[in-house]
Nanobody, 124 residues
Framework: QVQLVESGGGLVQAGGSLRLSCAAS????????MGWFRQAPGKEREFVAA????????YYADSVLGRFTISRDNAKNMVYLQMNSLKPEDTAEYYC?????????????????WGQGTQVTVSS
């Protein structure tokens, strides 16, 4: 089992920044690809960003490309999502997820473990 705990969400004005953190515990972290997803009220969960086990590859949704940055620290069992130039449409519950393999994926069904989420609200 892998336990994931997100933090860093909150209320921010449009144009502002937030940094989300995801702390992993349990089984081996360093060999796993990690992802961030989000879900707004009334909408389906959507892919935001992913990073492979070695951090050599990162992937982003078109809607956040150039504004968000995913990173990881395998020594600390942490994954981060730096969010800049936030927009009201970024408002959602943000979830950290872990795969059982090292390659990233855009698809939520490929992730085996999920955190409980952290709320991000961007005011206009």
């Amino acid at each position: 089992q892998v336990q994931l705990v997100e933090s860093g969400g909150g209320l921010v004005q449009a144009g502002g920044s937030l940094r989300l953190s995801c702390a992993a515990s349990g089984r081996t972290f360093s060999g796993r690809a990690m992802g961030w997803f989000r879900q707004a009220p009334g909408k389906e969960r959507e892919f935001v960003a992913a990073i492979n086990w070695s951090a050599s590859n990162t992937y982003y949704a078109d809607s956040v490309l150039g504004r968000f940055t995913i990173s990881r620290d395998n020594a600390k069992n942490m994954v981060y999502l730096q969010m800049n130039s936030l927009k009201p449409e970024d408002t959602a519950e943000y979830y950290c997820a872990a795969r059982n393999v090292g390659d990233s994926s855009y698809y939520s069904q490929n992730y085996a473990y999920w955190g409980q989420g952290t709320q991000v609200t961007v005011s206009s």
